[in-house]
């Protein structure tokens, strides 16, 4: 072996194709660094958990049990296992720390808790990072949570995907699930289960399929217990080992809000008619379109004005997917739509539809957003509305991370939805007087050459690729600048903010789609 191979092998981080230094290993697994969009192929076949008998089932069909904690038992839980949930409770879950609280009395060490978000309400977890029972976390980081992660307290490296990311990690058998915790706010004593129906009715299960098809043990948790079939089931009950009924799996009113509210901030309001105003003198907005948008203040207002627009023109949005809310409901209920596929449902609204309305249909992102899937739904979708804590002067988009480096965001869908046909970011210039566009993000979640246009209520940019765009507004009296034009305004009103300083040690690592390594998140260096 030559010295530069030494040398190579034994630097822990490479340089990946856009640029960043990466590690090499994540929690002591080799990894691949990202490669560049579409680049990287996989090989191989999907993963497949054990191969189960009938004859370990109750014939009759019930495979209730008496208590979470027996069915923890009944999985086998120990040492250095991986649980898995999913976060459609929202900040009403009851149920995910539990599952630490009852581990940490059985003295079981070194867990990895996969979910598919974390809420504020699981910020108790923080005491099972502390004691040992959770060794880390694979999966979004909010508040306290991400600062604990940023300041280097948790024992094993965090890795951050997409939701689609998420699902492809499981598929491809680079996460292996030992236990999945999905709760049904409906299920059967068979383990057929559903969103909606009961006191804790959350819409829809949209990000849960793949755990209860890959995990080696599924218990279902719900509060509502009904008789088999528990039909349409989102959980099919074969893939469920056991069932545990509890009093209560959540707060209602956290789980879903009575409604999502519109931004009254007059210069949100502004950029989304500005928004709204790009997509029709761009020529984007049709009939037959097909759209997503948030459930943020801004995303909404956007909704309501391509609401108003679609009606006036006697339009139709082919259908529209979700993250669904009372907006997107109202415009399926009054024609402006054809179908809502659903795969979250973020208000009050929204869960009701779904129970109601058959053309608002439960979408898992199993089925929209997985890239290791034969097509995406995303690349389908005419317009993406998303939102970013950082963009840069070549377009590169942040989310994970603000201009301080602190770990405050999960990926979401995020880097899924930029596989889009037109993805506009409407964002502020500035938030708490640090200007959103920068020389270099903090930390790079998705390329440039995926974000096609940033809009802010001081202007509009348009990413130069796509010159088809700057052509169709050319003459529209639209405010286009460039992005180099309204970051030196920003910095004008605000100054330039002083970037955060770090440490050598990996804290975070931030996967693509594809399952490569885009960017790591390092530990904050506590200034003296």
Request: glycine content about 10%; charged content about 20%.
């Amino acid at each position: 072996m030559n010295n530069q191979l030494r040398v190579e092998m034994a630097t822990p981080t490479v340089i990946n194709a856009a640029g960043r230094a990466v590690p090499r290993e994540v929690n002591g697994k080799p990894v691949i660094p990202f490669m560049g969009v579409g680049k990287y192929k996989p090989v191989g076949n999907k993963y497949g958990p054990p191969v189960p008998s009938c004859s370990d089932y109750p014939d009759d069909g019930n495979k209730v049990v008496s208590t979470l904690e027996e069915a923890l038992l009944r999985c086998g839980i120990r040492d250095g296992m991986t649980i898995s949930t999913h976060h459609h409770l929202r900040d009403g879950d009851l149920i995910s720390n539990k599952i630490f609280e009852l581990a940490s009395v059985m003295g079981v060490k070194d867990l990895v808790w996969f979910p598919s978000a974390s809420f504020p309400c699981n910020d108790p977890v923080i005491r099972y990072l502390e004691d040992g029972t959770l060794n880390r976390i694979e999966g979004s980081m909010n508040g306290p949570l991400g600062r604990f992660v940023s300041d280097g307290r948790m024992k094993g490296t965090a890795v951050l995907r997409s939701h689609g990311g998420r699902v492809q990690a499981i598929q491809d058998g680079d996460v292996k699930i030992d236990i999945a915790v999905l709760v049904a706010p409906s299920a059967d004593a068979f383990g057929n289960a559903r969103g909606t129906g009961g006191k804790s009715a959350c819409g829809v299960l949209g990000y849960a399929k793949a755990d209860s098809m890959y995990a080696d043990k599924v218990i279902v948790v719900t509060d509502n217990l009904v008789d088999l079939p528990c039909f349409p089931a989102e959980i099919e009950g074969n893939y469920v080992d056991y069932v545990v009924v509890v009093d209560s799996l959540g707060v209602p009113e956290k789980i879903v809000s009575g409604t999502t509210q519109i931004t009254k901030s007059p210069d949100r309001l502004l950029i989304a008619e500005l928004t709204a105003a790009f997509l029709e003198k761009s020529g984007i907005l049709r009939d037959g379109v097909t759209m997503q948008a948030g459930a943020g203040g801004t995303s909404l207002a956007i909704a309501v004005f391509l609401h108003e627009m679609l009606k006036s023109k006697g339009w139709k949005s082919k259908f529209g997917f979700g993250g669904s809310t009372r907006y997107m409901v109202e415009m399926l209920e009054q024609g402006q739509m054809g179908y809502i596929l659903d795969a979250q449902a973020f208000d009050l609204d929204a869960v009701l539809s779904v129970s109601k309305n058959p053309n608002h249909i439960p979408f898992p992102v199993f089925n929209a957003y997985n890239y290791h899937s034969k097509g995406n739904l995303t690349s389908m979708m005419d317009i993406m509305i998303l939102g970013a804590t950082e963009v840069d002067l070549n377009f590169n988009g942040n989310v994970v991370t603000h201009s301080d480096g602190y770990l405050l965001h999960g990926i979401g869908g995020w880097q899924n939805c930029l596989h889009a046909r037109n993805v506009i970011l409407p964002l502020p210039l500035f938030r708490d007087r640090i200007p959103v566009i920068v020389d270099e993000v903090t930390t790079l979640c998705g390329p440039g050459e995926l974000i096609d246009v940033i809009i802010t209520e001081r202007g509009i940019a348009i990413n130069p690729l796509r010159t088809d765009l700057l052509e169709n507004v050319k003459n529209s009296g639209l405010p286009v600048r460039t992005i180099q034009e309204l970051k030196d305004e920003a910095e004008r009103i605000c100054g330039k903010p002083a970037k955060p300083v770090f440490d050598d040690k990996i804290v975070a690592a931030i996967k693509w789609v594809d399952g490569t390594i885009i960017d790591a998140v390092r530990k904050i260096k506590q200034q003296s």
